[in-house]
Antibody, heavy 121, light 111 residues
């Protein structure tokens, strides 16, 4: 069965960086895009960026340009999202999701369990 | 702030029909597919509708989606207690070099 398993919760100081991993299983990792989405407590969903694990092509939400980097290691079917210059506003649950919002035949269907990132001094 | 607007709340009694709207613009809903997600407390979103009106296997046909112009809707018929959750619309936005966008979210309460 398709699974996306994310790394564990993180606590970071303001100004630091965090790197969250998302390991895929149950399907061919390079056949589907990976999206990153975050959700602050009690708030809505916020799209951060995407990557095509096959080509390496990627795109980021304008809000996070220059601060977010999405990478992958195809040998271990894992995608990574690194966010730098953290502030308290970045405290949220971060999700990875397999699929594409552009291609309806590959809709973002499976999601990771979420990783809580807490930014606190 | 989200570019897709949803009502903050909706409610109904068991068996009723509830409709949630999602309002966007020509650069997002007007030119791209709409998706709907259900999120139960403490869990990841679950895909309910893709491609404007298609249901993934396993999603009951009580859930239906539609799109017209720059707006979309999710209808839940035969409302059940387990439908009490947050619902989000999503799509792609062609502006700003292209990016995914989500709606503001609607909390559905079963009275």
């Amino acid at each position: 069965q398709v699974q996306l398993v994310q790394s564990g919760a993180e606590v970071k100081r303001p100004g630091a960086s965090v790197k969250v991993s998302c390991t895929a299983s149950g399907y061919t990792f390079t056949n589907y895009d990976i999206n990153w989405v975050r959700q602050a407590t009690g708030q809505g969903l916020e799209w951060m960026g995407w990557m095509n694990p096959n080509s390496g092509n990627r795109g980021y939400a304008q809000k996070f340009q220059g601060r977010v980097t999405i990478t992958r290691n195809t040998s271990v079917s894992t995608a990574y999202m690194e966010l730098s210059s953290l502030t308290s506003e970045d405290t949220a649950v971060y999700y990875c999701a397999r699929g594409s919002f552009v291609d309806a035949t590959m809709a973002p269907d499976y999601w990771g369990q979420g990783t809580l990132v807490t930014v606190s001094s | 702030q989200s570019v897709l607007t949803q009502p903050p709340s909706a409610s109904g009694t068991p068996g009723q029909r509830v409709t949630i709207s999602c309002s966007g613009s020509s650069s997002n809903i007007g030119s791209n597919y709409v998706y709907w997600y259900q999120q139960l407390p403490g869990t990841a979103p679950k895909l309910l509708i893709y491609g404007n009106n298609q249901r993934p296997s396993g999603v009951p046909d009580r859930f239906s989606g539609s799109k017209s112009g720059t707006s979309a809707s999710l209808a839940i018929s035969g409302l059940r207690s387990e439908d009490e959750a947050d619902y989000f619309c999503a799509t792609w936005d062609d502006s700003l070099s292209g990016q995914g966008v989500f709606g503001t979210g609607t909390k559905v309460t079963v009275l």
